[in-house]
């Protein structure tokens, strides 16, 4: 059963060449579910794997698929590593994906119809299915390579996504350049990866990621030693920031809210930005010998979650607020796996996968929603001045309780799993964060307790904007809910979103044997696990904190405003600072001062002055030297055949004279 | 008779029955003038698979032919040819590519067709008489050969400015060769024999590696070209039709990085050890600058052409690494940069021909109005961006993984990976000025999608970007045996210098 | 002196008399005839070299043939007198003269200093019989065809080449 | 007898006189003739050597110089008609094409 494995990239790649290639001939719906079912294939396999997996005992296994490159001593092929961490990500990988490939079904049908070109509908299930099979490149890689494969490979899907539209955006050019800042960004954590990889190959002298390991259990790590494998771990670090948007290379993910929304749920919350936290994890043998390193990726995580979240509570934009949430999530993941707590992280990447998911998914009916309202109020109402405004910007929104009956209830669902809230998803992956931070260090503990207690404030925050108070344009007013295609995949999303926590959940009796965890135990197969007891103090203090967040945001927003004009009440409370988070710090002017401009400075100094005004002048000037000489010399010749027949005969004579006198 | 029907022979030759049926045609018959070059090229693509057959994997030269040329004196030149796995990729990505030149100039070329299509002809024998010439005097005539029908090419098809360019093209060129011809003489004069093979095998002192190994050197950076001797190309391929830059960049600039291989690394070992810093340095120079260069280019030509002065140094980088992971490497980064390259020519001659202008202030939004152009551009773009799972990332890799190691400095490397990111920003800028946005300009808001002949002529590269990019390794296995040796010899030059 | 030496100055003067008038000759005819009168003499000084052949095809080629083509030309041109004064190349006849007085210098002191006997007058003939056999048309016919007959058929093919050559550049390129 | 150093020094007079001509005469008909007289004054000298050393091959060779100044002149000649039909003139001085 194993050797089914290249199938779960295989299926959606067959679909992915099937719709590039004949995507018109087959038209919108049959393209469409061509995509579903390479997916829902691919989710098969995957479960498939699972089983295997279970017949084998959970000890993980490497199938080979071809040779790929064999140059001297070096040597890769395409391979698939399946163990219980892979098929944990393949399974929320092609799962997520499954359910978001049906939500698009439904949604990018309104999609196209609103951006006004519905020819593209197969493209973005050609995009999609690429997506899902580079993902499961990368998730089932068993070596560095075909992993890079595959991370590049989900940057380009991403790429791609982001400029969906790419007519669309600020002056025409706004998804573009989302796209391409996305791709860019992502390029400089590739570099990071890329020099990690020379350097394990000369180190190690393989990039397999079984004989790696092998080859780590024995290794003895002089001082050299431990400086290279602390620059290894540094760099797959500064891959793992551009990919999973951490500090300092997040300043993509939040642009990229320019996809379309099962984009932003898929790529952007559930799982290409996870890559990061699963590279790591699978790496965690190379991490544990370098404390440093390690030191350094839970400070990158917990300074991300706090600094993200500070950004969130003062968006305005309905998906923006959750990707800078997506930002900080990961944080706590990535802080997660920097202290060792490799479990703690992949659940907590597993529940957010659900609840993130659920909440662009849910964010994307709404936005439709306000969208159908809009029409239909400009409609009645004949008024066009207040349609055009920005249907993604919250303050537009408001009271859309009662009016979106599905939508409404997940979202809460999604939102409170994020806060935290017992006894939802989100509380057990985040408390077993908390746990462990509270354990190793308790400085990153009390950072993530504060992201922790704004991710609550800004959930509520938003939850209050959208849907209660009074409607403050006339499109919120005359909101309809979306179509069964839409909601059913939410509906799914959500039940997984409540009772995900199940899944770590401590082993009762039902299998023998109390105090393990089940994800633990799955998991321990592939990474080391450490179970920490249930601690009182660190899940009671996350629920207050949480509840409290939510109270101050009923407190702040539960007096909705009337109209989309007025004061945001956190803008009174903070003063000045509310103008800096909602400028998000300012970093993209920033980098745009620091990198950005100094970067096209310089390429046009290298090319006007250095190239055309340097080298090729130099050049230039010598071939202009030759033919000056030649100019000077051409003087002489007055193109009168007499005057060059005279030089000859001086010439003549001279040779003649000279016989003579040397005679 | 048998020197005149080897395979080898007539994979070099063959053009030239196709340029007597040219001569004897008249010139207003266009498209049977077109056919008859095209059949010429394809049956010569014929021949090239037919050597490839009769090739073996094994190291030293094979379908060796030799026969006396000229004597005078001292002075015995050899018509001597011969394939090993350097050249045999070379010599099939020239016969591969110049079909397809010759087809994308089926509407592109309508003046003085029949002497076009000769001189691309006559370029042909010259570039696969580079390849496959192992007497240094017939390699140099086979060199400056085919310096003449690219001047032509430039010089009479070309663009505004092509009377400049063209000389430009030729004096920059020459100049360098004028040392190489010196350096051959010298040899010849020395050591009795012209015969590369003999040379090899009887190895020569340090002391005069160096002056022969500059000399050479010299006139192979120009072809690269090598920063800071680049500057020919921009001119060069700007003014040039776009078969013209196909072939330039496709096949041109590997002669020079060919000959670095041949000479420079087969012949003067321990000079080539003690230079490979310095030309290590040279090659990231010209990575980041051609780079940064192209960046801030506003024609969409010139941003290709310094974008092949990025690409070539990873070539330069790979070959001065000196081991197997880099040569190899660089020898697939030749292939993969003919291909991707000669593709992006071929794009960027597309939309010329509609439009009549390659500035990128003149374009946006391109996808919309042609679809089927911009997926198949945004392929070739990735390719030429180093995307892994196309040609360009398998090259790249293993050059800099052979470079980290190399004898130069690991930060090499380091510096050049930092390419690989500028390589993602100006072509993404490229795609993102050609193709994304709204269509503002109206002038192409009609532009017709790409013909069936001009997916036709993009599809063979396409498909070889993805086979290289997916499964390399019949490339691989075909340079290693050669690669292997000529590494062996190279670290037993370097014990020698150090 | 003897008659001989009396005659070649005679003829000598003559030469570079006809030399010279075809020189200053403002009239391209009257430079025509001077050099018709300057190659009659030069046959006569052949003669006396033992060289009748020559002699008489120097006669009937050049003074006869040539020359006359050469009037032909000039008279079809209409082209006995340029129209302007020169106005380009100033010291070019000066120059011109005092370099081929050097010349004429360098060749008498080389003369004068050439080896005693050296290029003194050549012995005479024996007999009668030599003298006429020597540079008769049939010994320099018999040289001309044992020992120089592959250059004398390429003479052919260069008479061939003149003759097309002139033919196509006088062809009227309007007529074609 | 009449030394062979007195045809040499004459040929030598006439071949100055011959260059002098083609150097300072404008008219191109009068610079052929010149040349033609230059040509001569080379077949005394050889004449006069042929009779010096007894060899005949040096009047051979008159008879080659011969033939190369005919067919010189037929096309030297050609070409004078050429160009007097181009410029409508023979004058030496409007040939300045060779400037650099």
Redesign the interface.
Known sequence: MFSLVPLVVLFPLAGFAANAFFGRQLGAARAGLLAVLAAGAAFLVAVVQLAALAGNGFAPVTVPVAEWLRVGDFHVAWAFQVDTLSVTMMLVVAGVGTLIHIYALGYMREDVQHNGDPGRYPRFFVYLNLFLASMLVLVGADNFLMLFVGWEGVGLCSYLLIGFWFEKGAAGLGNARAAMKAFVVNRIGDFGLLLAMFLIYWTFGTLTFSELFERLKTVRLDATGQLIVTAITLLLLLGATGKSAQLPLYVWLPDAMAGPTPVSALIHAATMVTAGIYMITRNHVLFALAPQSMEVVAWIGAATALFAGTIAVAQTDIKRVLAYSTISQLGFMIAAVGLGAYVAGMFHLVTHAFFKALLFLSAGSVIQAVERGGAQGGAHAGQSAEAHHDPQDMRFMGGLWGKLPITQWVFLIGALALAGLPPLAGFFSKDEILLDAFEHNPAIFWVLVAAAFLTAFYMGRQLLLVFFGQPRSTAAAHATESPAVVTTPLIILALLSFFGGLLNLPKFGLYGYAGSLLLKEFLSFSVEAEALPFNAFVAGLSTVLALAALGLAYVLYGRAQATAQDRDPLAALLGPVFGWLRDKWYVDELYGFLVVTPFNTLSQLAARALDLGGVDMTFNNLGELARAVGAGLARFQLGYARRYALVMFLGAVAVLAYFLIAR | MDVLFSTLTTVTAFPLVGVVILLFMRGEQKTALRWVALTTALITFGLSLLMLAQFSIAPGFQLVIRTPWFRVGDFAADFYLGVDGISVLLVLLTTFLVPIAIASTWEAVQDRVREFLIAFLLLEVGMVGVFLALDLVLFYVFWEFTLLPMLFLIGIWGGERRTYAALKFFLYTFAGSIFMLVAIVWLGLSYGTFALPELMARGLPAGTQTWLFLAFALAFAIKVPVWPLHSWLPDAHVEAPTAGSVILAGVLLKLGTYGFVRFNLGLFPQAAVQFAPFLGVLAVIGILYGALVSYAQADAKKLVAYSSVSHLGFVMLGLFALNPLGLQGALLQMINHGLSTGALFLLVGFIYERRHTRLLSEFGGLWKVMPIYAALALVVFLSSAGLPGLNGFVGEFTILLGAWDGYAHWGFAAAAALGVILAAVYLLWLFFKMFQGEVTNPKNAGLPDLTRREVALLVPLLILIVWIGVYPQPFFDLMAPAVDALAANLSAAALAVR | MTIELVLFFLLAVVAIGAAVGMLLSKNAVHSALFLVLNFATVAFFFLFLGAPFIAMVQVTVYAGAIMVLFLFVIMLLGAEQLRQPSTVLPWQPPLTVFLAVVFVGAAWLYFANAGPGSLAAPPPFATAEAAGAFGSPQAVGQTLFQTYVLPFEITSFLLLIGMIGAVVLTRDDKKR | ??????????S????????????????A??????V??ML?SA??TF??F???F?D??G??F???V??????????G??????I??SKQ?????E??????
């Open positions: 007898m009449i030394p062979t150093s007195y045809y040499l020094a004459l030598a007079v006439l071949f100055a006189i011959g260059v002098t001509g083609v150097l300072t005469r404008r008219n008909i009068i610079v052929f003739m010149s033609e007289l001569n077949n005394l004449v006069a042929a009779r010096q007894m005949l091959s009047q051979v008159v008879f080659f011969m033939v190369v100044a005919a067919a010189e002149v037929a096309v000649l050609a070409l004078i008609v050429a007097f039909r003139s023979i004058s030496l001085d040939l300045n094409q060779l400037k650099g």
